[in-house]
């Protein structure tokens, strides 16, 4: 039987903790699944009194993770201490320089510096895994990467943040506005003391520049994805969405078109009868295509202690069983840097006008669109508040440039009380 | 750069000659991923002259499978014949004994001889693989095997015949009966000439066999399935299920009770807003429960040549970039024979009862219940057709054996006009 395989924990909050206790609970069934036993040899922390409910004390301790990384009887760190640079990025640099296996869910360190760590690891011909970096406990890295990996992918494409999909079906269900859900998001635990990572698309951002990556064959490039929160989403474009039978999901998409590489974060309207608008609460959805097998759609927890350190183990697992892949499916040194893409695929918009209520308006706004080639599919004028009329409109598939350029006429409109709301309907 | 992997196909059906079709659409990026060319050295099927719409001619022929996987010049044989036994068995064996790895389609192949396949594999360590047997183009293998593999898995299920899933969502969209529905599959290319082995649920029952071995590392016991059809699935029932907040599904479970694996495909009402009952028309689904990740849910296309294929070429690549794992998770000489669950789990159930419309009959039903310890959650007594009324009960969770000696009790009374139906209802 070949030797056990020597972890090393890096970090021990929620997710360290649970990948120990779960080392702890399903050795025999590790082992047997791996061929091999998988030990835990040491590990380290900020703080060595703190209790985290676990027994440490078969494991030696080190206060400097950079040292754990360096330890003689290790093959293997579990990164999950988080934070782009600093401590993660010099032990997760450190072990791979000197020939150890990586396992992280550190997405915002891999999407910063994914190339850099991925180069590191094939140099030393080690495993560099990241299943617990993009979806939680959904093992979509290893559906594309692995699963996938005789088609062609044409879209990838995901709610990947559970913070901001709870809000948004809380304030569907509970007819709350944005700022209460918050703060009641907060006290559950599902959003952070400062929520702008989370609601401002950052940390999806993060983890669909890895899907991109691994998608296309392309180099990771995270400063190139067009990037929107939902801070202002609205009650009523959720409530005029529902009516006209679509949700608002913050929606990562990545497409290669012909001009090249294009990623966006930002809310959308999806068919409310599609498994994406179906999606409720924290739960995340990763939907690939691809040429040959069409679609299939993943989901499941996208966070939290158990569906992390599941995840964690998954990679470990394969390390344990010897695969070593490149990180990215294929060399890094055959990643291309694909352009970002401008063309910007044409789609259908939903917009929200709130105008003065005479004569005219109206005219004004299909004159402004006509005059731009954006047609309209749907339109709808929902009941008045006072003197204000709200009209909805679902476009034909149009050019964001030419439909900002109506929509720059319509809001200048003295007949225009607000700024028009103009959200991409993604196709599903 | 490694060799290349040199492939035959062993088949040249829709399956068979989509994989062709990819290999030679995709040789390219398949070299990229794979970090070694993916070609194929021979091909055989039953009739040579025959026009399957791809270009064969670099290919040598053989018209005998097995001495197709004889061959010298062939490291992976890739079986998509069909048939559990035959040519298909032979060839496969002839493989693995010679040293070469086999990826298949075959599920009844593997659900009545899996362990002795996968122990020919062993021995001669080469790849096993059959992610295009369980649910098409969706990667559920690989998720069990490798990406929940540091869970201990609790359950596993899914709906994985399409034709079943195809009739009993057009029985409900259409409000035609199970026997034009039927017709109209067969029409349509979704369900065969002989439909037995889809509606009657053996092809998704060797799935599940399949998922089960690997979810709780037990020997393949396909013989201890429960097995149930669509076939008497009223319109009526789907209708008065979908009046009650559910749908019927084809439903595929495999659970480790105290006292051994229960496997069960049977005909299950769940509720219309989970994800299951929620799926449409042909595509698969299947739903994994772990300790640590709870749920995760994966659905796609089901058949079909490109997810097929597809599937297929996951585990090609996975050959190529040197993954040989135990087909069934662990050795074949661990997996646990594991005794036919006998308990069976409790569960809600769905009743209709046609009734004559008479005082006193609804006291016959409760006190019958009653009298087996089966409780009433909802009762629904429907419109009358002329002296005839349909009682719709859900009942709370009860012993399938308690409710069935209520169930004759009414059945034998003579104000019951039709035999009771009970449907299961799964918790999702």
Known sequence: MTAPL?????????????????????????????GRGIEISAVSARSRGKDRGVDL???????????LA??????????????????????VETALAGGKHVVTANKAMLALHGDEMARLAEN???????EAAVAGGIPVIKALGEGRAGNAITRVMGVMNGTCNYILTEMEATGADYADVLRDAQRLGYAEADPTVDVGGIDAAHKLALLSALAFGTKVDFGAIKIEGIERISLSDIRYAAGMGYRIKLLGVARMNADGLEQRMQPCLVPASSPLGQLE?????????????????????GAGEGPTASAIMGDVMDVARGIV?????IPVSRLAAAPKSTSGAEAAYYLRFMLQDQPGTLA??????????????RMRQEEHE????????????????????????IGGDAASLADPVAIRIETV
Chains 1, 2 share one sequence.
Request: charged content about 20%.
């Open 6 to 34: 020597r972890l090393a924990i890096a970090g021990l909050g929620t997710v360290g903790a649970g990948v120990v206790k779960l080392v702890q609970q399903h050795g025999g069934l590790l082992a047997l699944r791996a």
């Open 57 to 67: 004390n078969g494991y030696a301790w080190e206060d400097d993770p950079v040292a």
């Open 70 to 91: 360096r330890r003689d009887d290790v093959d293997l760190v579990v990164e999950v201490m988080g934070g782009e640079d600093g401590p993660a990025k010099a032990t």
């Open 124 to 130: 030393a011909a080690v495993a560099l895994r990241y």
């Open 281 to 301: 609460s924290v739960t995340n959805m990763v939907v690939i295509d691809g040429d040959h097998v069409a679609q299939t759609v993943h989901s499941g927890p």
């Open 325 to 329: 892949l490149p990180p990215f499916g």
């Open 364 to 377: 004004t706004i299909a004159t402004a669109l006509a005059k731009q080639g954006v047609s309209i599919d």
């Open 386 to 409: 006072g003197d204000t009329a709200a009209v909805l409109i679902v476009t034909h598939a149009c050019a964001r440039a030419q439909l900002d350029l109506a929509l720059a006429e």
